[in-house]
């Protein structure tokens, strides 16, 4: 499909995503306007952090029923590729990351939202991972991207080691004496070996790279 950002190669993996009607690949962890109703359930994939039998928020609903929010992440998609290691984006693997080879974030934090582990404050990200090809994509053709590095430096994190924090939330549909303690919603990633990188200096030239 042709007439969107047409001067900028994309990457195989992107160019697989649904479209909107203009055009615009839709990415994997976006929100679609069918999963609206919330749902709570345990999680297996939270086993790995202690959380196996709390319960969980996910949307009804399916990710093609009806249009994209694409301003908007879906809950249960956000956890599965911080869990899983997935690209937010075309929601393909990345392997583990090592020193030769990171994982890469986004860092969009307004208030510099940090944490505390092992006596060292860290930065607490809620962006999940994207694979080299699609963050080069990315960063030419995001319009939250692209309006993010106008208002402000943004700044890229190359991540060799991390930690992963589940957060306590309870959607407004459920009262807090059917929630007292919460579910679980986002799993926020705190790097803990990692190189700052400044978002100007990401090479653009990996975009059309296939994967």
């Given at each position: 499909?042709?007439?969107?950002?047409?001067?900028?190669?994309?990457?195989?993996?992107?160019?697989?995503?649904?479209?909107?009607?203009?055009?615009?690949?839709?990415?994997y962890?976006?929100?679609?306007?069918?999963?609206?109703?919330?749902?709570?359930?345990?999680?297996?994939l939270?086993?790995?952090?202690?959380?196996?039998?709390?319960?969980?928020i996910?949307?009804?609903?399916?990710?093609?029923?009806?249009?994209?929010?694409?301003?908007?992440?879906?809950?249960?998609?956000?956890r599965?590729?911080?869990?899983?290691?997935?690209?937010?984006?075309?929601?393909h693997?990345?392997?583990?990351?090592?020193?030769?080879?990171?994982?890469?974030?986004?860092?969009?934090?307004?208030?510099?939202?940090?944490?505390?582990?092992?006596?060292?404050?860290?930065?607490?990200?809620?962006?999940?991972?994207?694979?080299?090809?699609?963050?080069?994509?990315?960063?030419?053709?995001c319009?939250?991207?692209?309006?993010?590095?106008?208002e402000?430096?943004?700044?890229?994190?190359?991540?060799?080691?991390?930690?992963?924090?589940?957060?306590?939330?309870?959607?407004?549909?459920?009262p807090?004496?059917?929630?007292?303690?919460?579910?679980?919603?986002?799993?926020?990633?705190?790097?803990t070996?990692?190189?700052?990188?400044?978002?100007?200096?990401?090479?653009?030239?990996?975009?059309?790279?296939?994967?």
């Amino acid at each position: 499909m042709s007439g969107w950002r047409d001067d900028v190669a994309m990457p195989a993996r992107v160019a697989a995503l649904p479209r909107t009607p203009g055009g615009i690949p839709i990415t994997y962890t976006v929100a679609w306007t069918s999963e609206r109703d919330v749902q709570l359930r345990p999680d297996p994939l939270l086993t790995r952090l202690g959380y196996g039998e709390h319960l969980a928020i996910f949307a009804g609903g399916a990710p093609g029923d009806g249009a994209p929010k694409l301003a908007v992440t879906e809950t249960s998609r956000q956890r599965r590729a911080a869990l899983l290691g997935l690209c937010q984006v075309c929601g393909h693997p990345i392997p583990e990351p090592s020193k030769r080879r990171p994982r890469w974030l986004a860092d969009l934090r307004k208030n510099g939202q940090t944490i505390r582990l092992d006596g060292r404050m860290l930065p607490l990200i809620i962006d999940t991972w994207t694979c080299a090809p699609c963050m080069a994509y990315a960063l030419q053709v995001c319009p939250g991207l692209i309006r993010h590095r106008a208002e402000a430096p943004l700044h890229l994190l190359a991540v060799r080691a991390y930690r992963l924090v589940a957060t306590l939330e309870r959607p407004d549909s459920i009262p807090a004496s059917e929630l007292p303690g919460g579910a679980i919603g986002l799993v926020k990633i705190a790097p803990t070996d990692f190189d700052v990188l400044a978002a100007d200096d990401f090479p653009t030239s990996t975009a059309g790279d296939s994967q």
